[in-house]
């Protein structure tokens, strides 16, 4: 009788183990990255000091090296032979490489390789072979593109960063885009 209770012991204590790992171990990745602040919204200074266009970013944070976002910007004052556009949404999804060059490490920072896309409206000028005065029109545009950058992130969540994206309109061989940038942002 004794070997048998004996027994079912070992058995029960064999039996939990697993399950007690399986617990530890999730509590254990949650502690790593539950102290990130995985959302960050930033300003482009660049484009609103040389050409007064508000370019704002929101970006969510995947993991250490990776996360996802959207871009905004609105241009009131659009020049029609520029190929600017009034108003631009680009979604992009980065991968961050080259994090821990930095004595303490960054969540989501150092440089990074972004796949992005772009949707916006363009203010193009009608050519009309018997026409007296200039007409336009707003066309809708959609492309798709790629950027490389650099982002630093300091101990109290602020970030700067630059960079440099591009990509190909998918509605008009003739028309692309290009945004470089310098922004300000600051992680909650």
């Given amino acids: 009788m004794y070997k048998m209770k004996k027994l079912i012991f070992f058995l029960v204590i064999i039996c939990l183990n697993p399950v007690a790992n399986i617990f530890a171990q999730e509590q ?15 300003v482009d200074f660049s484009s609103l000091a040389f050409a007064r266009i508000p370019h704002f970013t929101y970006e969510r944070m995947l993991d250490e090296e ?4 959207i871009r905004a910007l609105y241009n009131p004052t659009v020049w029609v032979d520029s190929g600017m556009s009034t108003s631009f949404v680009g979604p992009y999804f980065r991968w961050y490489f080259f994090g821990r060059s930095t004595p303490e490490k960054r969540y989501a920072s150092g440089m990074f390789v972004e796949l992005n896309s772009a949707l916006g409206h363009m203010k193009q000028e009608l050519v009309r072979r018997y026409s007296n005065g200039k007409e336009y029109q707003y066309v809708f545009g959609a492309g798709m593109g ?31 885009y290009f945004i470089p940038a310098i922004a300000l942002g600051k992680r909650f």
């Fill in 28 to 42: 254990a990745v949650k502690s790593e990255t539950s102290g990130y602040r995985k959302n960050e919204i930033s």
């Fill in 66 to 69: 990776m996360g996802f976002g």
């Fill in 146 to 176: 790629l950027g490389l950058g650099y982002k630093y992130v300091n101990s109290k969540g602020w970030s700067f960063q630059i960079y440099m994206a591009g990509g190909r309109s998918l509605s008009d061989a003739d028309v692309g």
